[in-house]
């Protein structure tokens, strides 16, 4: 089982590396983790990048394919098995819910082109499907007229987040909101509660960031 293992050294720092089937780290994996180690990348971001290519080799141990041969195809399958966890042999009929936010899966498929971008980098020929204008790499030379060229090579594969509406108060919910920071007693002719807050939060109303629908 292809799986992502912590890894503690000798001055207590952590990072994270990602074993194959014999229990030893994958060579390609791991000279792309400890790259992003050495150039200071934060353990976050190398734990979330040893996740993603967990789940990539996973689903290429599935197909049996060596990650050099990976296709764009196979690419855009680890797309819909991110989702579905299903077998790639297996097609689902109708839809079903997505295991995995689409914002998880960007992050997924960023870290599996990013691994694919460094080897690039090292002058293998692999994934050459990743950029529509050719390897991301920079050769050393450059076509006459070359700075007037802006336009760079662009990711084959994105996964694009559905845009939500954000949530909006509605005027009632507003005053409710006011009144119980402070509230003005006809009788009395007082306030009672907290003015500092209710002040606070008609301030946001009228300012624009305490939004209200329609009621």
Not at 82 to 107: E, F, K, N, Q, W
Not at 127 to 152: E, I, K, M, Q, T
Not at 163 to 177: G, K, N
Not at 194 to 212: I, P
Request: aromatic share 10%; charged share 25%.
């Amino acid at each position: 089982m292809i799986r992502v293992q912590s890894v503690a050294s000798t001055n207590d720092e952590r990072t994270w590396t990602v074993l194959g089937r014999d229990h030893l780290p994958l060579p390609a994996v791991e000279l792309y983790l400890e790259h992003l180690r050495q150039t200071r990348a934060s353990p976050n971001t190398i734990r979330s990048y040893a996740r993603a290519l967990a789940l990539w080799f996973q689903y290429l141990d599935l197909l049996k394919r060596p990650w050099e041969d990976a296709r764009l195809e196979d690419a855009t399958g680890y797309i819909a098995w991110l989702r579905t966890g299903l077998h790639p042999d297996v097609v689902p009929i109708g839809d079903m819910p997505s295991r995995m936010a689409d914002s998880t899966i960007a992050t997924r498929i960023h870290g599996m082109q990013s691994f694919y971008t460094f080897h690039q980098w090292r002058g293998l020929e692999v994934a050459p499907w990743l950029y529509s204008g050719g390897a991301a790499r920079n050769p050393s030379y450059r076509p006459f007229l070359h700075h007037v060229n802006h336009r760079r090579p662009q990711v084959t594969i994105r996964v694009r987040n559905k845009r939500t509406t954000p949530p909006t108060l509605t005027p009632r919910q507003i005053e409710a909101i006011k009144d119980s920071c402070a509230r003005f007693d006809e009788a009395s002719r007082s306030w009672s509660g907290c003015l500092r807050d209710r002040l606070l939060f008609q301030l946001l109303e009228e300012t624009g960031m305490f939004s209200g629908g329609q009621p």
